[in-house]
């Protein structure tokens, strides 16, 4: 499974899971800081990778939620605020192996809420 990390995470997060072989890309990598999200978000649901973003928001706005439909995108929401480059690859460490099942065997679209520690995916309801 590919995944697509929004400009919300920094590229230290990409950088790293790609020094241990994961198959991971950060917006930067194929558009410029600013693209709109819809976008990004035809490009990760053509390509088939699951999103990875801390937009907690993204799926409240309507032209995010009709892309991510429209284009089976599966998503996964990192939650907690404030929180530290460290903090940030400790959540996403511990969450990997269910965010790799999940995208794996879950039909598209969904969108998933990682919990602050990494232990716990929350399916979330595509309004």
């Given at each position: 499974m590919t995944f697509f990390f929004d400009n919300n995470i920094g590229q230290f997060m990409v950088l790293g899971?790609?020094?241990?072989?994961?198959?991971?890309?950060?917006?930067t990598d194929h558009f410029p800081p600013d693209t709109r999200d819809e976008v990004w978000l035809r490009f990760v649901g053509d390509q088939r990778m699951a999103l990875v973003t801390r937009d907690?928001?993204?799926?409240?706005?309507?032209?995010?939620?009709?892309?991510?439909?429209?284009?089976?995108?599966g998503a996964f929401i990192l939650?907690?605020?404030?929180?530290?480059?460290?903090?940030?690859?400790?959540?996403?460490?511990?969450?990997?192996?269910?965010?790799?099942?999940?995208?794996s065997s879950t039909p598209t679209p969904f969108a998933f809420r990682v919990n602050r520690s990494g232990g716990k995916l929350e399916r979330l309801p595509l309004p």
């Open positions: 899971l790609r020094g241990f072989g994961e198959d991971v890309y950060h917006l907690k928001r993204i799926r409240r706005r309507p032209l995010e939620v009709d892309a991510i439909k429209r284009h089976n995108v939650v907690g605020k404030q929180m530290g480059k460290w903090a940030q690859i400790e959540q996403v460490i511990h969450a990997w192996q269910k965010m790799t099942e999940a995208a």
